[in-house]
T-cell receptor, first 119, second 110 residues
């Protein structure tokens, strides 16, 4: 299957700082990437859909000014958590949509996730 | 009501047992259905897609009942390595948006 990487794997930061997470599709191009968040013992929740060359589409309740998304190339999307607070501590996972299929659904390949802890 | 509901478990079963999980979804317009596997502190990985006619992949069988809006996963001859959380995932269309259930935890024991 296709490979998606995420960096960093984990990060610990102080409250009020900003953290940038990178998501890369290593062996395919992805016009669309997705950012999810998962709190302990909860399901993955879609935060936003990242579109190459255009603005991201945010899900209801997700602050676009706090979670900045940039999808500047077909292989890279970044999520910046601005002015992070302890309640932002979570597991952030990206996925990249493979567009080589012929069906109505194109499989998403997930990155390994980034564990963010805000002190 | 949650869009995708699963029994969180955990289900503790002995090695070699057969175990089944169910999942219900609320959006009747949902188009595609999947089972993902997630190991602790790891990303989810696609286990199998679920087709209307039912499908099998080795020890794993998935079924879809559109009328009742539920999906099932059957694992036969369970192995210790099957221990994980199984996520029921539904694609409601409109850009491949995926909705995840909270997952069902399976623990296979000796």
């Amino acid at each position: 299957g296709a490979v998606v990487s995420q960096h960093p794997s984990w990060v610990i930061c102080k409250s009020g700082t900003s953290v940038k997470i990178e998501c890369r599709s290593l062996d395919f191009q992805a016009t669309t990437m997705f950012w999810y968040r998962q709190f302990p013992k909860q399901s993955l929740m879609l935060m936003a859909t990242s579109n190459e060359g255009s603005k991201a589409t945010y899900e209801q309740g997700v602050e676009k000014d706090k979670f900045l998304i940039n999808h500047a190339s077909l292989t890279l999307s970044t999520l910046t958590v601005t002015s992070a607070h302890p309640e932002d501590s979570s597991f952030y996972i990206c996925s990249a949509r493979w567009e080589g299929g012929t069906g109505s659904y194109n499989e998403q390949f997930f990155g390994p996730g980034t564990r963010l802890t805000v002190l | 009501r949650k869009e995708v509901e699963q029994d969180p478990g955990p289900f503790n079963v002995p090695e070699g047992a057969t175990v089944a999980f169910n999942c219900t979804y609320s959006n009747s317009a949902s188009q595609s259905f999947f089972w993902y596997r997630q190991d602790c502190r790891k990303e989810p990985k696609l286990l199998m897609s679920v087709y209307s006619s039912g499908n099998e992949d080795g020890r794993f069988t998935a079924q879809l009942n559109r009328a009742s809006q539920y999906i099932s996963l059957l694992i036969r001859d369970s192995k210790l390595s099957d221990s994980a959380t199984y996520l029921c995932v539904v694609n409601t269309g409109g850009g491949n948006k995926l909705t995840f259930g909270t997952g069902t935890q399976l623990k296979v024991e000796l």
